[in-house]
């Protein structure tokens, strides 16, 4: 898989001698996950895999350089239920990803390390973010902190609709994509779907609201796109590639400084 974590922050090109010799109660390791899953018909099934890996890749990049921030290698697969029935999702059951975690964090824990963080690109996995992050803090008293997506990017520009339904495949995931990787990208096979209207909202909506209903890809959008990627320019993906990183590099830098124990 591509990358774009720099080779001085990237955790596994570290030999043993080296990881023993980071600080533990302030080194802090970024845990990324993500999936491999259907995009339409014009993007790769690693398409939440590379936007992760981008977006890090460019917030580590903003940190000064003695900061110890650590990227380990990504959970590419995740919960991808609701894209069942498009040839090519790879998806794991909860229970299964969430033993992964577990798992990961025991090893983070063993090797004396305090503070990590999970690095969530992909909107199936983001509950089960939740639940591990706190089971993490319980079970090994790790310093555990919760980052998703863009981490409140503006993404100026976008309709109101692409911005509320735009969530797979639309217009942002497509920008990212033609900023960094644009021969992954097939122009000519665009299609768009919307699960919902922002103008005729619903008693019971997909996401967001105090009454959902569970919806599975294959229910609303046949080609496997939630939102509109025609609007998608790589200038427009370069603009707020540069506007997530800033924000996800200041809570890292947030997350450096948090304390490890309650003030007493
Ligand atoms: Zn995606």
Redesign the pocket.
Known sequence: MKTWIPDARNFAYLNWKQVDALPRESTLLVLPTA?IEQ?GHHLPLA??TL?NNLLLGHALAKLPANAPVYALPPVHYGKSNEHIGFPGTLSVSASTFMAVLRDLGASISNAGFKRVVLYN??GGNTALIDVMARDLRAEFKLRTFALHGSAGAKFDGLTAQERAYGF??GEV?TAYLLASVPELVDRSAYTSNYIADVNKPELLAPEFAPATFAWLTRDIAASGVMGDPRPATAENGARWLDQAATKLAAALDAMLRFPLSPAS
């Open positions: 999936a995009h398409t939440d936007i690109t992909h797979h495949a995931e």
